[in-house]
Structures are given as structure tokens and as C-alpha cells.
């Protein structure tokens, strides 16, 4: 229920998150059709409503239109979710609707707008009496009894369904399970039943994201009656809890006490990863630790591999997290069924997973298992509907001669799997002491950024941009540098990688469009100026509202500013959105590195830029390659065409700058005409600029900028 809330809110585009757009676009026809849909696609969902930040309806699945505004300012989840930052999703209380008789609840998640701030409700009425269909058909037994609670201990619903107790709590105050539900943590406990007063034993389950859980309770006396546990009781409080009982543990329940039996239960969840059921890191830590032990008696070594799911990130945002976790459970299933019951392999974090292989008689052993996994990893994972491409990068480190403490062998794996992430040739890599330690050099860099950033270590400069008609400058490139305390001036090569990856760049371009935009208007001539966005930008940043406030800051007109994007900045529905509505604000839309990717050409036709800037990499070659020559033609009728300007990049000879002229060109930048420079230098140069006159520009302006 709460994903199809979640994938309707996913759906507003980043342009409707404000309290001026929300109200149109939830009462909009097409917001109507994806609610109906989203409320048709589960049975036990009634309705779903959208509430904005006053309580009011705006949006809903409802096909009666409604004759007047309804508001829900009175309900609790609209009370509690309006005033409390802290809370994202809601349960409310039972109740039945007194027309039909039917019981329901209410399942609400909050939504934010760009700035984190409350911006309304997206609510969904639940039907009860389907619910309870569900609750009966999976208890096998009478015996057993479920019940769905709240935090607080509100029962919403309950199987065998004594009608008394709807809305009451579950526990009484200050018992075992009063304490236990208010931990929110999944156990096992022995308290007695709120209903007849006999001990039970009852299995918690808290559900995640939501402020309530699951408790599934069966009798001790039942239970223990001849030493027989049922199967399925067991089964169906592992499938709750997620945890993975061994039957034995429990047959002698009557000799262990109930501190006993939780403490085993908190153990195992504390240990395993609730999604496949593997160790966690806890559980690998302990282990790693005892195999030493082990190596260290028998004299056998073992090895250690580290598994990354290369690119899983992407698979999250284009697929969705539920197509995520099949793929993760996936892996999970297919390193389970290549390894052999000697060794052991868990999840250690969200898309990484360890293997302890055990024991180890020589390095083509480890190969060998390599090859069984990759070969297992080039079927696709099928995750729904979709299938997803997944390989692993794989880092290998042996003991005892990678590392001789459990510390030092993590460290060695982890070297070699950074080294084999970054290997085109190969996705697998064993330590060797001459890898270097790429990862922490980029944690040291990023803890250097942030430090550069708060130093204001970072400056502009300033690269004119010639325009070939008039041969007078046209603008000037804005380019970031780093003055580094020890190192002197760092190009952006060396650092803004980095800054993608750590989210950084989103601050350092912020700082860049407030920075350029004000060195422009202590220019002397209202020239352009142009600045790169990042493709991180556009993924973590509200790019229109960094924009607005850089020009609203410094004064500048938005006409001056040009925007710079390649084609890594995917053009996704609510991207496109922004950039228009740069365009619309007055502001140019450039595409950089034009020729350089796969998708130029269909890049061109997603969005109507206003200039192609033509690589470097062409220009270069122009005068002794008759490709390049041609491809600088064929993009620059190729902009005429579409009523784009274009502008050359790196031209650094005469001869070159004159080839362009002659091809057509609308500007050109580059070391000939003249090098980035400081934001005084550069407004001295278009002071001096401006001096020189037009019928000397033709034959002095690249020799000048030159000297």
C-alpha cells in the first residue's frame, strides 16, 4: 500500500512541489487518471485523496466530482503529520463508515516541496474488512490469532475477529509487551493474552516505515503440548520476523526462560539482513574473526572476497527500489548456490556483499570460484516484469599473507576491489602490495574539498570567447580552479570528480553561479557569460532556484547568462521541465562537448538548445584531418539548420581560427585568442577591449589577447 503511495507521489514533477503549482496539478484531469489507477491497483484500497498544506482535498480518485471543498483538518493524520517534521508516514485510528458498515483506516504519507517543508498529504482509505479475509486465509490454524497494531498499541486489526477488539490497545500498561512494542524492535516474548489472560508466546514485527507492526501469538500450553511445535507456526513467524528459526531451538522451550528465548531472537535479527536473510556485517565481523583463530591452530589459509554490484545505483533510479531489492535477493540466491557449505558469504552493505572462502589449498581454487559467480551473474536478474543486467566487481585478499589480523585482510579486499572497479579489462583483482590505495586518496581529497570549500579555497577564472562575425568578444566561460594551500592551482579534472561523487559540486555550483554572475556586472560591456552544470546538479539540486536567486542576487539579466550541459545530464521529464523553464526566465541553454558522446543527434532533437559547442578534440584535428574538417562542417550546418549559434573550443593557431571563420562558426575560444584569467584581469581586459577600435579588431585582437 505504502509503495503505490509512494510511486504517486514519486510522480509530481519537481516544478509542481511548490503551494502555488500543488493545488493545479492535483486537481488536473491526468493526476485524476494516475490516482484512479494507483486506487484500482490494489482491492483493499477504497479512495486516495490529495491534501494540501491547509487540509484541503485537492486531488482525488473518487469519480464524483466534489460541489464543495472538503477539508481534513480534523483528522489526526493531517494534525499529526502537519506539525510533527519528524514524522513522514501515518496510520490512523480504525472506525466503520456508518451508510455501509464497512471498517477501514487510513494510511497517510506526508510530501515535502523542494525545500523539505511541509507541502500536503498524499491519503489512502483502507479497507478493513478485506484485510481480515487476508489474516484469516493465512492462519492455518485457529490457535493461531495476528494482529496489526499501532505504535501507541491501537489495534487496526485482528484475526479470529472478536468485535471488541477494534481500536482498543493490545497490550496493558507496563507489561513485557507493553515494553517491547514501545523498543519497536522485532523479538520474541512471553507475556500474558489481553484477551483471555492465558501466557502466550507472541512473535513482533515492526514494519518498517510505518508507526506499527505485526504480532502473531500462539498459546505456550498449545505450544508445549507433547513436545510438538507445529511447522508452520514456525514458518509463518519466520516469514513475519524474517528471521530463520531452526525448529530444534525451540522444541525445548520448556527448559528455557522467556530472557533466554529473547535474547536468541535479538541475537539472530541483529545478525541477519532482513532482505535475503544473509549475515550482515555484525555476523562477518565475528566470523572473519573466528576464521583466523582457526587459520592460525590448523595452519590453513583462506581467502577473503569483496562484492560490489557495480551500478546499482542506476538500477534504484530508473527501475524503482522494489526492482532494487529483487535484484539484490538475486545475488544473494545465486552467491548462496555457487559457494560450498565450507564457507560463508554475507551482505555487508547496501549493494555489497563478502565471501569467506574456506579453507583455501591454492589461488586457482579462488579463480575457479570467480569464474562460477561471474558465469551465474551474466543471466540477467528477472525482478517483475523487468529484466536488469547486474555484474559484480570482485577484490580478492588471502590470508595470511594479505594480512595477518582480521583488520588488515578487510583493508587488502577492499584495496583490491577498488582496483578492480576501476579495471576496464577485468572485474576482479587480488591484492598486491603495489595497488594503490585509490580509495582512501579519494576520501582524503574529499575531506580536502569540504575544507576548501568552507576556506573558500576555490576561485573563477575568466575565458573570452571571440565572436567570428565581428571579431569582438562575446563573452567570457566561467572556469573553476582550486588554489590549493600546497599544490598552487588544481584543474577541475583533478578534483571535480570527486566533488560529483561526495555531493559537494552541489554547493561548489551554487558558490560558481553566484561568483560569475556578480564578476559580470563589474564588466564595463553587458557581455555573456557561461557557466557548466553538473549532471549531479540536476539530480540533488533544484537548479531553477539557484539560478533565480545567483541572477536575483547580483542584478544581472538572465539574458547574459548562459547555462553549459553535456550529455551526461539525462533528459529526463522533470529535467526538461527545469530547462525550459530556464529558457523561459531569459536564460541560454548550450550543449557542450557536442559530438563527443553516443546520443548527440537525439540528444539535439529532446530540447530546442540554443547553441552547440563543438570539442576541442575536432578543432584540434581540423587542419590535418579531412574527418574532423567535415564533422565541424556537418554540425555547423547542422546548428543553421536548427537556428543555433555554435562556438568552437581549444582553437590555439591562426590557422585554425580562420578555418572555422571560413566554415561558418559563430564563435570561437581558445588559448589563441586568449587564456582564462582572474576576475580583475578579465574585467581590465574588456575595459581595454572596449577602447580598441572596430576597424582594428580584425588584424590585433587574437595577437593582443595572446601577450
Not at 503505490?4 to 502555488?20: E, F, S, Y
Not at 591452530?297 to 532494487?324: P, W, Y
Not at 550543449?591 to 548527440?600: E, I, K, N, R
Not at 580562420?658 to 588559448?671: K, V
Amino acid at each position: 500500500m505504502e509503495s503505490v503511495l509512494r510511486d504517486v507521489a514519486g510522480r509530481i514533477p519537481q516544478t509542481c512541489l511548490t503551494a502555488n503549482e500543488f493545488d493545479g496539478f492535483a486537481a488536473s484531469q491526468a493526476t485524476k487518471a494516475v490516482l484512479v489507477g494507483a486506487a484500482h491497483s490494489l482491492s483493499q484500497i477504497i479512495r486516495i485523496d490529495l491534501v494540501n498544506a491547509r487540509g484541503r482535498i485537492v486531488g482525488t480518485s473518487n469519480p464524483h466530482p466534489m460541489s464543495d471543498p472538503i477539508y481534513l483538518t480534523d483528522t489526526s493524520y493531517y494534525q499529526d503529520l502537519s506539525t510533527d517534521p519528524s514524522l513522514i508516514s501515518y496510520l490512523s485510528e480504525p472506525r466503520r463508515i456508518p451508510a455501509t458498515g464497512r471498517k477501514i483506516f487510513s494510511l497517510a504519507l506526508k510530501i515535502k516541496d523542494a525545500e523539505g517543508n511541509f507541502l500536503g498529504i498524499i491519503v489512502s482509505m483502507i479497507d478493513l474488512d478485506h484485510l481480515e479475509g487476508i489474516y484469516e486465509k493465512r492462519l492455518k490454524t485457529r490457535s493461531l490469532a495476528a494482529t496489526f497494531y499501532r505504535r501507541d498499541g491501537i489495534i487496526l486489526l485482528h484475526s479470529p475477529k472478536p468485535e471488541r477488539a477494534l481500536g482498543r490497545r493490545i497490550w496493558r500498561p507496563d507489561t513485557p509487551l507493553h515494553r517491547m512494542i514501545a523498543k519497536n524492535s522485532p523479538t520474541l516474548i512471553r507475556d500474558s493474552s489481553w484477551i483471555d489472560g492465558k501466557e502466550q508466546l507472541i512473535a513482533l514485527h515492526p514494519l518498517a516505515h510505518y508507526s506499527g507492526g505485526i504480532a502473531v501469538s500462539r498459546a505456550v500450553s498449545e505450544i508445549m503440548a507433547g513436545r510438538r511445535l507445529e511447522a508452520r507456526l514456525i514458518r509463518f513467524i519466520a516469514y513475519l520476523m524474517d528471521i530463520a528459526i531452526d525448529t530444534t531451538s525451540l522444541l525445548g522451550l520448556r527448559h528455557v526462560k522467556t530472557g533466554i528465548l529473547r535474547a536468541a531472537s535479538e541475537s539472530y535479527l541483529s545478525r541477519h539482513d532482513v532482505l535475503t536473510r544473509l549475515p550482515n556485517r555484525l555476523l562477518f565481523a565475528e566470523e572473519l574473526k573466528r576464521m583466523f583463530l582457526t587459520s592460525h591452530r590448523s595452519g590453513t589459509g583462506f581467502a577473503l572476497h569483496f562484492l560490489d554490484l557495480e551500478r546499482f545505483k542506476d538500477i534504484n533510479d530508473n527501475h524503482g527500489h522494489a526492482v532494487g531489492d529483487e535484484v539484490i535477493q538475486t545475488v544473494a540466491r545465486r552467491l548462496r548456490g555457487r559457494l560450498r557449505k565450507s564457507d560463508f558469504v554475507a551482505r555487508i552493505g547496501g549493494d555489497e556483499f563478502a565471501v569467506i572462502q574456506r579453507p583455501l589449498v591454492g589461488r586457482q581454487q579462488v579463480v575457479d570460484l570467480i569464474t562460477a559467480i561471474q558465469a551465474a551473474m551474466r543471466v540477467p536478474c528477472t525482478a517483475g516484469n523487468t529484466e536488469v543486467e547486474a555484474a559484480l566487481a570482485i577484490g580478492v585478499a588471502v590470508a595470511p599473507s594479505d594480512g595477518k589480523t582480521s583488520t588488515e585482510l578487510m583493508r587488502s579486499a577492499d584495496i583490491a576491489l577498488y582496483a578492480a572497479k576501476s579495471d576496464t579489462d577485468s572485474n576482479y583483482r587480488f591484492y598486491d602490495p603495489g595497488i594503490k590505495d585509490s580509495r582512501a586518496e579519494r576520501r582524503a581529497l574529499e575531506g580536502a574539498l569540504r575544507s576548501a570549500h568552507e576556506n573558500k579555497e576555490f576561485v573563477l577564472f575568466y575565458q573570452p570567447i571571440l565572436d567570428l562575425a565581428t571579431n569582438r568578444i562575446w563573452g567570457c566561460e566561467a572556469l573553476v580552479r582550486w588554489n590549493h594551500p600546497v599544490k598552487g592551482m588544481v584543474t577541475p579534472l583533478e578534483f571535480i570528480p570527486t566533488a560529483e561523487e561526495s555531493g559537494l559540486i552541489g554547493s561548489i555550483g551554487d558558490w560558481i553561479l553566484d561568483e560569475a554572475c556578480s564578476a559580470a556586472m563589474t564588466w564595463d560591456l553587458p557581455l555573456k557569460v557561461a557557466i557548466n552544470l553538473s549532471p549531479v546538479q540536476f539530480k540533488r539540486r533544484d537548479v531553477f532556484a539557484s539560478v533565480k536567486k545567483a541572477l536575483a542576487a547580483s542584478g544581472m539579466p538572465a539574458r547574459r547568462l548562459v547555462l553549459e550541459i553535456t550529455e551526461s545530464v539525462k533528459l529526463t521529464e522533470e529535467a526538461t521541465a527545469t530547462l525550459k523553464r530556464l529558457k523561459a526566465l531569459g536564460v541560454s541553454i548550450a550543449l557542450d562537448d557536442f559530438g563527443t558522446g553516443y546520443a548527440s543527434m537525439s540528444y539535439l532533437r529532446s530540447f530546442p538548445f540554443d547553441k552547440i559547442k563543438i570539442d576541442q578534440s575536432f578543432v584540434r584535428g581540423m587542419t590535418g584531418s579531412p574527418d574532423s574538417r567535415a564533422i565541424i562542417k556537418a554540425t555547423i550546418g547542422l546548428a543553421n539548420d536548427l537556428k543555433m549559434s555554435t562556438t568552437a573550443e581549444g582553437v590555439e593557431t591562426e590557422e585554425q581560427l580562420n578555418a572555422l571563420r571560413l566554415a561558418g562558426a559563430s564563435q570561437a575560444q581558445g588559448y589563441f585568442i586568449a587564456k582564462p584569467m582572474s576576475r580583475d584581469a578579465i574585467a581590465a581586459f574588456i575595459a581595454d577591449h572596449e577602447r580598441v577600435p572596430s576597424n582594428g579588431q580584425d588584424r590585433n585582437l587574437p595577437a593582443r589577447a595572446i601577450a
